[in-house]
C-alpha cells in the first residue's frame, strides 16, 4: 500500500519570503501521480500543483513549483513570495492511475499548516 | 475544472439519527469519490461510487452505516446513519477528471454529532 508522509506538522514564513514543504512516499509502483493540494479555513480542498512520475521536468505553476526526486521518492513544494492569502494546511497526495483508464483514490499526507506572517 | 456543491454545508444533529449529504456536478463524471475528514485530521477515502454499480467501500467503512447513492452521472448522496459524536468531521465529496487524472473537491459538509 502507498503511504505519504509529512514531517513537519507546522512552518511559518514571512511574507514576500519562500518557504518549502517536504513529502515523502512509498511505493512499488513506476506510473503514478502526486499531487499539493491547499486547504485554506473555509475548508475548500484547492488543487496547487500536479506532478506525473514518468515526467523528470519539475511542475510549476506561477508562484508554487515543486521538487520531485523520484529515486528518493520525494516531493517537496516551494512557495516563492509568499502571500497572506497561502495561509492554509498544504496536503500532500499520490494517486495511482487504473490500468484501464481512469485514477484510484488519492492517498494523502496528514498535511503541514503553513502561516504566512506580515 | 467541474464546479461541484454540496448539501448541506453544515449540520448539527442528534445522536441515533441519519444525515444524508448530496453532491452535485456541474458535467458528467464517472467517477465520484467520497472523503471523510475528522477534526484536525487528513482526508480519508470511505467509498467510490460509479454510475450504475454498487460503492466500493474502503477498509474500516460498511455500506449499513455509510450507504452512499449514485443515480446519475451528476449527482450522489452520502448517509451517515445510525450517528455518534465520533462521527463529527468534515465529508467531501469529490470527482474525477480522467483524461487529465485530476481529482477535483466539493466544499465538504461540515457535521457535528451531540
Known amino acids: 500500500a502507498q503511504t505519504v508522509t509529512q514531517s513537519q506538522p507546522e512552518m511559518s514564513v514571512q511574507e514576500a519570503e519562500t518557504v518549502t514543504l517536504s513529502c515523502t512516499y512509498d511505493?512499488?509502483?513506476?506510473?503514478?501521480?502526486l499531487f499539493w493540494y491547499k486547504q485554506p479555513p473555509s475548508r475548500q480542498m484547492i488543487l496547487v500543483i500536479r506532478q506525473e512520475a514518468y515526467k523528470q521536468q519539475n511542475a510549476t505553476e506561477n508562484r508554487f513549483s515543486v521538487n520531485f526526486q523520484k529515486a528518493a521518492k520525494s516531493f517537496s513544494l516551494k512557495i516563492s513570495d509568499s502571500q497572506l492569502g497561502d495561509t492554509a494546511m498544504y496536503f500532500c497526495?499520490?494517486?495511482?492511475?487504473?490500468?484501464?483508464?481512469?485514477?484510484?483514490?488519492?492517498?494523502f499526507g496528514k498535511g503541514t499548516k503553513l502561516t504566512v506572517n506580515p | 475544472s467541474a464546479v461541484i456543491s454540496q448539501k448541506p454545508s453544515r449540520d448539527i444533529c442528534q445522536r441515533g439519527t441519519s444525515l444524508t449529504i448530496q453532491c452535485q456536478v456541474d458535467?458528467?463524471?464517472?467517477?465520484m469519490f467520497w472523503y471523510r475528514q475528522q477534526p484536525g485530521q487528513s482526508l480519508t477515502l470511505i467509498a467510490t461510487a460509479n454510475q450504475g454499480s454498487e460503492a466500493t467501500y474502503e477498509s474500516g467503512f460498511v455500506i449499513d452505516k455509510f450507504p452512499i447513492s449514485r443515480p446519475n452521472l451528476t449527482f450522489s448522496t452520502l448517509t451517515v446513519s445510525n450517528m455518534s459524536p465520533e462521527d463529527s468531521s468534515i465529508y467531501l465529496c469529490s470527482v474525477e477528471d480522467a483524461t487529465r487524472a485530476l481529482q477535483f473537491f466539493g466544499p465538504g459538509t461540515r457535521l457535528t454529532v451531540l
Open positions: 497526495a499520490f494517486m495511482k492511475p487504473l490500468t484501464q483508464g481512469g485514477s484510484e483514490k488519492l492517498v
Open positions: 511505493t512499488s509502483e513506476n506510473n503514478y501521480y
Open positions: 458535467s458528467q463524471v464517472t467517477m
